[in-house]
């Protein structure tokens, strides 16, 4: 993942980034099973899939260039639940109850 910026609107967006020469038949039937998935669901506690790009040009930062799939996501500023509990620790009980519940919630939108 890699972390973009809207040049139009100023907006932060996560983007996950596919090297295209990495990408085989099976690899791009998953990809596309992906973005189906990701462009289904719509809940305020699920990350929100935006667009998909499979002709991207990604630029690496020492100028190299490659082919890529990216899909543009909702921007997460505060992180993603991993990365809360590697940093505070264990969650209480409550604490657990409550990311539980709002995880049951998003489930509800896979199909």
Do not use: C, W
Not at 11 to 40: C, F, G, M, P, Y
Not at 85 to 107: A, M, N, P
């Amino acid at each position: 993942m890699k972390l973009g910026r809207n040049t139009t609107t100023n907006a932060l967006h996560a983007i996950k980034i596919i090297k295209r020469d990495n990408i085989d038949e099976k690899k791009a039937a998953s990809i596309q099973k992906e973005v189906t998935n990701l462009n289904s669901l719509d809940h305020p506690n699920v990350i929100q899939f935006q667009a998909a790009n499979d002709d991207a040009t990604y630029i690496k930062k020492n100028g190299k260039t490659y082919q890529a799939v990216a899909f543009t996501m909702e921007y997460a500023a505060r992180g993603n639940l991993f990365e809360y509990l590697y940093q505070t620790g264990s969650f209480s009980e409550d604490v657990v109850r409550y990311y539980f519940q709002q995880l049951i919630e998003g489930k509800k939108n896979f199909k």
